[in-house]
């Protein structure tokens, strides 16, 4: 309100026409309402019986009236008194007591003064009195928090002698006097300490009121929001169950109706002693507690004189007994002695014997049949209730025989009602009235009005109720449905679960169906807490001498009880009087309950135990009630939108005084008819203007009044009031329509099964939609009573549940009239509403005369989207308020364009269904059944010839219907469906044919549609565009209206997303695709699922499998599947992939047109099966061919040659794991031909074969020794050879005869320039080039950043795939380095850090060739092949390796020199790898620059990778002479260093006298003695030993050279002098620190620097010093220890 127009001279005028305070008494025509003048708004007012407390804006608070408990005397009684002690502190709420007050201060203090004999003022130092407001702290011991910080609290309420405070935890504090603290305590002791009421922790309380000697609670229903909230199972103060369950035969008892025995009212005896001094005695004795059986032995009081009272309070307690007694739950104390030495049994026996027993069952079943007969006379309803004690009257009772006999009698008792009283109960209400025998009127009045209380104003109500007991009492299945009458007679009392599903069958099925429909949440879940919730209960609690509890009885009860037939009412407010209670449901509907006396209850029932309605005239909306003493006030919406007031109770004398003395007279008066018989229109009330809140103590009223600034507050009002009224009229279609329609046990088959589910979801949309316009009417009622502001409107903060709400009813509501709902729900309503609906046509607001029974149901339906433009036009109205610049004016104008909006839509949305349904409506009978759907509408269709098929034979029927989702095509008996998603259309040009053609392209068919002019063509073109546009986006039924709002995007995306089931004939057919789509084809990428199981998940082109996907084909005969992954193209497998066979074979490598075709890996069974093998090599269009590796593990060969249609043909060598090797010529899979054969001792064969391992023909065999057999063998190899020929000796001395023997292999085998040549071709494929070489360098970079953004993109589905270094390498190759332009040391370097990352990474090209050769390589020599053999083929296939990617490179790179070309080098490059200050470096000549070879560049990059298999080949070969050579370096190890240096004849020059330790302080010389070891040239001895960490021969060769500065630089310490080697001085050191480094396989090192070391260094000074390395090597071997 703050920015609403106002000039500041209009502030205060416009401040005094706020909260307006009118004070009158009584209800006669002359009383005129006195204005209470205060310089502030009055925003809230608490009454007690002689005074009253004001709290105005900014917080001040005023008393007013008779303060007798101030010191000093107030000087006008009248005038306010402003409340000083209060000064500084903000107040927020105030509550008045009979003589005593509080406030609540924002923080959630609270201060409290007045009276405070009873401690109703929570002060226990202070006098009686407490004159001025003194702050009362809520301490709770439970919380965490520290004990000395007070709770803080959100409301008060103050009775006559205590008072109840509401924390902001939601829970009841209370303190003061009597049963109404709920505290469980009776005694005359007030309470001075607030304390928690225990029995209502754990639920969320939402207002609390004070009566006299009562209490009010409102409570939220347990629902999933107090979930967060502990459970509370168990009663704080006797530690029973809440809640019990008692299984019984067929049936099981659940109840909640657990009483503490501690909570309900004392004994006679006690009760005298509790009382104070002036309270009145009891009229009649009272029962220690409900749970305690009468039994006619213990009776002890005479019997209540009034037979209605003492029916109703006996059926109570017996009730409550019997239930107790059943749940098998002791609800008393026990252990109260004095409640057991009252009984009559024996102490020293805690049973009662047989007999007791016996005769108490007997007079429960004599007492049932008694009562039978006494039903039919007396009809009072309590009466109808099976009462054990009819005859008795309470007293006290036996414990033990609850305790002993509780599952005896509970069984007895419930058969009993089983038998006599369901059936008495079902003919009472089926013969109703006329079976009820000889009632009176006034019995019958009495009988229908307490059913009345129980069934409120409507069968709705009931069901609603029926509902939420089952929901109370964790629903029993199967009873919700049973006998119409019963089951509700049975809820509203505690019976309904002991009855036995059994029996409830009996009772026969009515012909109605319960259903609830009652939301549990609110709107929207995160919405919850804003939105006011209408599940409540109402609890009450203290005296009842009047009823006031409204629990049926007069017991007074110490702790809080839920009063059930306020349950599902939709309480939002509670108030009480002395000796009255009323409740205000959000339908507007006012319950009284409680003392009669004066008519406050606004009914002629006096006095009601249990809630009733006022009798206010039909359609007067209750919005605010208040309770004084002997009256009650109720604000009202009356026919305008001012507000009315009500008066019901006492008529208050002219002059009269308020004073205690007059009380006889008044009761006179009373008498004489000084009250309302119901309540009465306040006349002046007009004259009050706007008013928000009523307040009613004492004999006093108050009203408190808004006059209308700038029509704001009436604004306001008219909203409240009109979505109060709204609210009612849904509830009322919900309960006298909607409801009873779908009870109907005739509708399923009215309707049919699509039709009801619609209904049912129809009905549940209503419901939502009623249950938010209650939570709204609420909300906006509680704005009135407490801010009148625009800042708490739900309906602007949470517009979207709104709009939702009604969206989505609409939906719903469309989708049930395109169906025909309304069709099919003609009949079952005539049926049911009869020939003269004039019930609907008044809800329906229909004003046709005699409309059809459809018309009306529809106009029903869309009733309540009338109501949109009421929000519209009042969020207007409230905008105009407020000056445009404003904040509040944009936020008001905004919703309220959102609601018009909305408005425009759901018109749009309405005019789609009936355009619709006529649709249907004239469509031939078979089509509609099948093309009917709920969401579908029609947009257009072709009837009138506007759209024809090209090309159609003169007499056929083409028919083109556009709905939302598809476009069908009908002909004379088919139709066919095409689904909008996946339709493109498209114009064809007119240019010279003159015709208006359109092309549907759609996946399997194109049609070509010719339209009847232009105009038809654009329209059919933009309506079906608009309408795909509208199915892609998802938007739906909203489509329908085409050509309205969304005119400008005319096309929709020719790239889509859709699904789509193929239907004709071929590879598809049947298949379901869901994924991309372009141009009527699968793009991009999608899923294919066949019915047969087969699927294919990945990418598409033109509507064929193409690029990455995976593929699954199961197979029927092994019951498992096959699996391919990997990469397509035009719908076939080709490229890389990975196929694992249903078999079990796995098949890594490249495929073309789906066939095995180039390298690839195939694995067969696994190790532990039948045959295990693995081939790696070459395959041509599915079939081995070429060259390949086989390994096959059963027999423990490997196979390294040539193939052709799976079959060993050509040179190839098999090795085995026998050590045997051969190589040779194979045809048809065997050895055949010429071939060598070794064994692992060197004997061997060199001549012809037949078959494997078999010999045939000429050949030699060479033995070991070197003898050998020269002629003609035959026979298998092992087993017995045949020989025919001449065995030879070689002459002992003839030496060249032995040369001439040794064999020479690898002849016969493949060389190695033609292994793996499709490995390479694979490569140059991926660079663009059809051959070695042959292709463009620029088209081959592209390729490259082409197939490693595909990768990363594929591999990014997948990130665990990729660790972070990877992704660090794939970023750093992203960069494409300068690959042409003349090549520097600089330039070099770049390619070398660049060639390394892309070998890093299998998914660079260069990359992925390393990859597989490292596999193959290592599947050729590892394993089975691992044979010494092989070592020359292993070299050199490195070396072919190595030329043959050296080639690829020098294309990439193209000025990179060729094999020994010359990088020049700058003079003073610190790149250089020796260290200028070393001695070689200065002996060195400067170096003309840097030698390209494939060594350097790239073995660094291949050989790690490589080396565990190489040099284990090494390792074999040279096991003798590295045996022999470590046998020599163990021996020589044992010696001390003196005598190692003399033994290899060391100058003595180069001895070390001493060294340095590193143990011993920095520096430090130790002597070197005859037995020390290990010590001399240490540091060079661990330099070489790093010679086995390295792998390439340049990184060996470079350990080697500065282990040589090593020693250079000792020596030179040692001889303090510059120095130069000779090599005889430079060889013994070097053999010395050669043995001492203990190398274990120094044969294989030298071996493999040998063979692979750049021919560049070999003449170099790396070659001189590796020279040195082998001669030590040898000299080693050879050296003689003497």
């Not at 005296?543 to 059930?564: F, M």
């Not at 499998?1105 to 995976?1110: L, N, S, T, V």
């Not at 080098?1465 to 620059?1489: F, H, M, R, V, Y």
Request: overall charge negative; proline content about 5%.
């Amino acid at each position: 309100m703050e920015t609403q127009r106002r000039s500041s001279t209009e502030e205060d005028g416009a401040d005094s026409e706020r909260g307006l305070l009118h004070t009158w008494r009584g209800y006669s025509c002359s009383v005129t309402p006195e204005r209470l003048p205060l310089p502030r708004p009055v925003l809230q007012v608490a009454l007690g019986t002689r005074h009253g407390v004001l709290m105005v804006e900014g917080g001040q608070v005023y008393s007013f009236g008779d303060l007798p408990w101030k010191q000093s005397q107030v000087p006008e009684p009248d005038k306010p008194w402003l409340e000083s002690a209060l000064s500084g502190q903000r107040v927020v709420s105030v509550a008045a007591g009979s003589f005593h007050s509080g406030a609540v201060t924002e923080d959630g203090g609270v201060h409290m003064w007045g009276d405070n004999a009873w401690g109703q003022c929570g002060l226990s130092g202070l006098s009686s009195t407490v004159p001025n407001p003194t702050p009362v702290a809520l301490l709770d011991c439970d919380r965490s928090s520290p004990p000395t910080q007070s709770l803080p609290v959100l409301e008060l309420a103050c009775g006559e002698r205590h008072t109840l405070a509401l924390s902001v935890q939601h829970e009841v504090w209370a303190w003061g006097s009597g049963s109404q603290l709920g505290l469980n305590t009776a005694t005359a002791t007030p309470v001075w300490k607030p304390q928690k009421v225990e029995h209502l922790a754990g639920r969320y309380v939402l207002q609390v009121v004070c009566g006299g000697s009562h209490s009010l609670a409102l409570v939220r229903c347990l629902g999933p929001r107090d979930l967060h909230r502990p459970p509370v199972d168990k009663c704080r103060q006797c530690n029973q169950l809440l809640y019990t369950m008692t299984d019984k035969e067929d049936h099981v008892i659940i109840s909640d109706g657990h009483y503490c025995p501690l909570g309900v009212e004392l004994t006679e005896d006690e009760g005298h002693q509790a009382r104070p001094p002036e309270a009145p005695a009891p009229t009649q004795g009272l029962k220690t507690s409900p749970s305690q059986p009468l039994l006619p032995s213990q009776t002890s009081t005479p019997i209540p004189s009034t037979p209605d009272r003492a029916a109703q309070t006996l059926t109570d307690s017996v009730q409550e007994s019997e239930s107790a007694l059943l749940n098998g739950a002791l609800m008393s104390d026990p252990s109260d002695p004095q409640a057991q030495s009252k009984g009559g049994v024996k102490t020293g026996s805690p049973y009662p014997d047989e007999q007791a027993v016996k005769d108490y069952l007997k007079r429960l079943a004599d007492n049932a049949h008694a009562e039978q007969k006494a039903a039919a006379t007396t009809g009072g309803l309590h009466t109808l209730l099976p009462s054990a004690a009819a005859g008795l009257t309470p007293g006290t009772t036996l414990n033990s025989l609850v305790a002993s006999c509780a599952s005896a009698v509970g069984e007895r008792v419930a058969s009993t009602y089983e038998a006599l009283s369901l059936k008495k109960m079902m003919n009472l209400y089926s013969n109703r009235p006329g079976g009820v025998v000889g009632d009176t009127s006034t019995e019958r009045v009495r009988l229908e009005d307490s059913i009345q209380a129980k069934k409120s104003s409507s069968t709705g109500d009931i069901r609603e109720e029926e509902a939420e007991g089952l929901r109370r009492r964790l629903s029993l299945p199967g009873l919700l449905s049973q006998g119409r009458y019963a089951v509700h007679l049975f809820l509203t009392h505690n019976y309904l679960l002991l009855l036995s599903p059994r029996l409830l069958r009996k009772a026969g099925r009515g012909r109605m169906r319960a259903v609830a429909l009652t939301p549990l949440g609110g709107p929207l879940p995160e919405a919850q807490d804003v939105f006011p919730t209408l599940q409540t209960e109402v609890w009450s609690w203290g005296q009842c001498e009047h009823g006031q509890l409204g629990h049926g009885d007069t017991l007074d009860r110490l702790q809080p009880l839920c009063i059930k037939s306020l349950n599902n009412k939709e309480v939002v407010r509670v108030a009480a009087g002395a000796h009255h209670s009323l409740a205000l449901t959000a339908q507007s509907q006012v319950f009284s309950w409680g003392s009669n006396s004066c008519g406050q209850l606004g009914h002629m029932e006096s006095p009601s135990t249990v809630p009733r309605l006022a009798k206010l005239s039909e359609g007067i909306l209750v919005w605010d009630v208040s309770a004084g003493e002997r009256h009650s006030v109720l604000l009202a919406d009356g026919d305008c939108i001012q507000p009315i007031i009500y008066y019901s109770g006492q008529q208050v004398r002219e002059g009269a005084q308020e004073s205690p003395g007059k009380e006889g007279e008044e009761e006179e008066e009373q008498r004489a008819g000084g009250y309302t018989q119901q309540p009465v229109l306040l006349p002046f009330c007009m004259n009050l203007r706007y008013v928000s809140n009523v307040f009613a103590g004492g004999e006093r009223c108050v009203a408190l009044s808004d006059q209308n600034v700038m029509g704001f507050i009436a604004s306001l009002h008219e909203l409240a009031s009109l979505e109060r009224r709204f609210y009612c009229k849904l509830c009322n279609i919900k309960t006298q329509i909607i409801r009873p329609l779908l009870e109907l046990e005739c509708l399923s088959a009215a309707v049919g099964p699509v039709v009801l589910e619609l209904l049912q979801s129809l009905a549940g949309r209503f419901s939502l939609l009623c249950h938010l316009t209650g939570q709204h009417a609420a909300s906006l009622t509680a704005n009135l009573r407490r801010r009148r502001d625009v800042k708490s409107l739900l309906v602007l903060d949470h517009a979207s549940i709104f709009l939702d709400c009604y969206s989505e009813y609409c939906s719903v509501l469309g989708n049930f009239q395109v169906m025909g709902g309304f069709q099919s729900l003609t009949k079952p309503s005539l049926d049911f509403f009869g020939k003269s609906p004039e019930l609907l046509q008044r809800l329906s607001e229909c004003s046709e005369e005699n409309p059809a029974m459809a018309d009306l149901l529809v106009a029903l339906f869309y009733l309540p989207t009338r109501h949109l433009h009421e929000y519209a036009r009042l969020l207007l109205k409230l905008a105009t308020c407020f000056e445009v610049s404003s904040g509040d004016y944009e936020k008001l104008q905004d919703s309220c364009s959102r609601f018009e909006a909305l408005v425009v839509q759901l018109k749009r949305k309405r005019k789609d269904a009936d355009y619709t349904v006529n649709f249907w409506k004239s469509f031939p009978g078979k089509m509609t059944d099948s093309l009917r759907k709920p969401n579908r509408r029609l947009i257009c269709e072709s009837s009138n010839k506007a759209l024809t098929l090209q090309n159609a034979g003169r007499f056929s029927v083409n028919w083109f219907i556009l709905f939302t989702d598809t476009l069908v095509h009908a002909q004379f008996s088919t139709h066919h469906v095409f689904p909008l998603a996946t339709l493109w259309v498209e114009p064809i040009p007119e240019e010279n044919t003159g015709l208006f053609g359109l092309k549907v392209i759609t996946p399997e068919e194109t049609l070509t549609l010719l339209a009847s002019s232009a105009m038809e063509k654009a329209k059919w073109l933009r309506s079906i565009n608009q309408a795909v546009d509208h199915a892609l986006s998802g938007a739906g039924q909203d489509s329908a209206s085409c050509g309205s709002g969304s005119g400008l995007k005319l096309e929709p995306p020719i790239s889509r997303t859709a699904s789509y089931t193929y239907y004709k004939d071929g590879r598809l057919k049947e298949a379901k695709y869901e994924g991309r789509w372009l141009a009527g084809r699968p793009n991009g990428r999608g899923v294919l699922k066949w019915p047969d199981g087969r699927n294919y998940t990945g990418s598409f082109k033109n509507g064929l499998e193409d690029g990455f996907g995976e593929f699954v084909a199961p197979n029927k005969t092994l019951n498992k599947n096959d699996d391919y992954q990997g990469h397509w193209k035009d719908g076939k497998m080709h490229g890389l992939g990975t196929y694992r066979y249903a078999s079990g074979e796995v098949y890594e490598g490249s495929f073309q047109d789906s066939m095995r075709h180039g390298h690839g890996m195939l694995r067969s069974g696994s190790l532990n099966t039948s045959s295990p093998s693995v081939f790696i090599g070459h395959w041509l269009q599915d079939k081995k061919t070429g060259y390949g590796v086989f390994d096959d593990i059963t027999k423990g060969e490997k196979y390294m040659g040539m193939w052709q249609d799976h079959q060993r043909q050509g040179t190839g060598v098999v090795v085995t794991q026998f050590g045997l090797y051969y190589e040779g010529t194979f045809k048809d899979n065997k050895m055949m031909g010429t071939g060598i054969l070794l064994s692992e001792d060197d004997t061997t064969y060199e001549g012809d074969f037949s078959d494997d391992w078999t010999l045939n023909g000429k050949g030699v065999l060479t033995m070991a020794n070197g003898d050998y057999l020269e002629g003609s063998f035959n026979g298998e190899w092992g087993s017995g050879l045949k020989v025919t020929g001449s065995y030879f000796k070689p002459h002992l001395f003839d030496s060249d005869k032995d040369k001439t023997r040794t064999v020479k292999l690898g002849r016969l085998c493949v060389c190695a320039e033609d292994k793996w040549q499709a490995v390479f071709e694979e490569c140059w494929t991926q660079l663009g080039c059809s051959a070695q070489g042959q292709g463009e360098n620029c088209k081959a970079w592209e390729n490259i950043a082409v197939a490693l953004t595909t990768s990363r993109k594929h591999i990014q589905d997948r990130p665990e795939i990729l660790s972070r270094s990877h992704s660090r390498t794939l970023e750093s190759l992203e960069v494409i380095p300068q690959h042409v332009g003349p090549v520097t040391m600089e330039r070099y370097h770049a390619i070398r850090l660049y060639l390394i990352k892309a070998c890093d990474t299998p998914l660079h090209p260069l990359g992925r060739l390393l990859e597989t050769l490292v596999a193959v390589y290592r599947m050729t020599y590892v394993g089975v092949g691992a044979n010494r053999r092989l070592l020359q083929q292993a070299v050199s296939e490195i070396k072919s390796y190595l030329n043959r990617i050296f080639n690829i490179v020098r294309f990439l790179f193209p000025d990179l020199p060729e094999e020994g070309g010359l990088i020049p080098e700058p003079t003073t490059s610190p790149l250089d790898k020796k260290e200028p200050g070393s001695t070689e470096a200065q002996l060195e000549s400067p170096k003309p620059g840097r030698v390209v070879s494939s060594c350097g560049l790239l073995l660094p990059v291949l050989l790690p990778r490589l080396y565990p298999p190489l040099f284990t080949l090494y390792a074999l070969d040279k096991e003798r002479e590295d045996d022999l050579y470590w046998e020599c370096v163990l021996r020589l190890n044992k010696q001390p260093d003196l005598a190692l240096l003399a033994f290899l004849g060391i100058q003595q020059k180069f001895w070390p006298v001493s060294f340095t330790t590193s143990i011993a302080a920095l520096g430090e010389k130790q002597q070197v003695l005859t037995s020390t070891k290990d010590a001399c040239f240490a540091s060079a001895v661990e330099t070489l030993q790093q010679i086995s960490t390295t792998f390439t021969p340049s990184d060996k060769l470079q350990v080697i050279q500065l282990t040589f500065e090593e020693i250079t630089q000792e020596v030179m310490s040692l001889l303090k002098q510059d120095f130069l080697w000779s090599m005889d001085e430079l060889f013994p050191v070097f053999l010395y620190v050669v043995l001492r480094a203990r190398i274990r396989n120094l044969g294989s090192e030298v071996s493999l620097i040998e063979d692979l070391m750049d021919p560049c260094v070999q003449h170099g000074e790396h070659g001189i010093m590796f020279t040195t390395l082998k001669a030590c090597y040898y000299q080693i071997q050879h050296e003689k220890i003497t």
